[in-house]
């Protein structure tokens, strides 16, 4: 029973950040269309969308699991920069998400994903930085019961 726990709280939290990604992969999409001109977006590149933020959130997943204190390590970090980058500009180009935007958009689409990025870092490392004063303040109180 503490296997399938573990496996479903694994796919609660995988399931969240995939959702997340996708809602900004889909917003991104449909603003981007919507400048071009265009008022509506294909299912098949929704799918593909929808698959590579679900590899994502796995690998993100797999570098940070929850509960345990990894995002100092820069390593992880710098792994879970390049996964993202490879995996969301390496579908957005090799899928042919963005069909029709100018040549100056593309450079403007990365920096877009990289200030994402950076704002998922930052809720990631709060969310750490909470959990750990609430365990060092639970800490706190069970000693001076003693």
Do not use: H
Request: net charge positive; aromatic share 16%.
């Amino acid at each position: 029973m503490e296997r399938f726990n573990r496996f479903y709280l694994w796919g609660v939290n995988t399931k969240y950040r995939m959702g997340l990604y996708f809602s900004a992969a889909v917003f991104v999409k449909g603003l981007i269309n919507a400048l071009l001109g265009r008022w509506e977006i294909e299912t098949l590149i929704l799918l593909e969308m929808l698959l590579s933020c679900f590899a994502f959130a796995c690998m993100e997943t797999a570098l940070f699991p929850y509960g345990k204190n990894l995002l100092a390590e820069k390593k992880r970090v710098a792994a879970w920069a390049v996964l993202a980058n490879v995996i969301f500009i390496g579908c957005g180009w090799g899928m042919n998400w963005f069909p029709g935007l100018p040549l100056w958009g593309r450079p403007l689409l990365v920096l877009f994903l990289e200030l994402a990025l950076a704002a998922m870092w930052y809720a990631l490392w709060l969310r750490e930085k909470r959990d750990t004063a609430a365990l060092n303040q639970g800490l706190r109180r069970f000693q001076s019961r003693s």
